[in-house]
């Protein structure tokens, strides 16, 4: 089965798990991209670790647009840095999460290419086991 990883700026992925960033927004997402599927969550460059995962509560399509009107509060983002995001794009993702769990013993990066994972600009998939045994 495969699995999710979403790289996500520090800033970002510590504000999710906190509880105040709901909404992940993204220019694409994959055909995983369903509600009920697990994400693991890569805190990116300077953190550079697989910090944790959620579950998709549910996902929504549209344009930049209404995808703000919707999603912008909920995915802790300022109107300027979310207009810069989405400037010249004609879809908006946003994926609400839920059942976050920050891992307490986060996986590093050079783990991650031990396993043959290389992190993403973006997203990737990995296959199950390939990341339930990064944490034996």
């Known amino acids: 089965m495969r699995e ?13 798990f906190s509880g105040a960033k709901t909404v992940e927004l993204r220019k694409k997402i994959g055909s995983e991209f369903r509600t009920g599927k697990q994400i693991y969550i890569y805190s990116s460059s300077p953190v550079k670790m697989l910090s944790g995962e959620a579950t998709i509560a549910f996902t929504q399509t ?21 207009d810069a995001y989405f400037s010249h794009h004609k879809k908006a993702y946003a994926i609400h999460l839920t059942d976050v769990i920050e891992y307490e013993r986060k996986i590093p ?10 992190p993403p600009q973006s997203y990737c998939y990995a296959e199950r ?5 990064l944490f034996d």
């Not at 086991?129 to 045994?133: D, E, H, P, Y």
Request: net charge positive.
């Open 4 to 16: 999710i990883i979403i790289s996500i700026k520090p800033h970002y992925s510590s504000l999710i």
């Open 129 to 133: 086991r390939t990341i339930l045994n």
């Open 109 to 118: 990066l050079l783990s991650l290419r031990k396993a043959g994972i290389t």
């Open 62 to 82: 549209g344009s930049p647009t209404e995808i703000k009107a919707l999603a912008i509060e909920k995915a802790c983002i300022s109107e300027e840095d979310y």
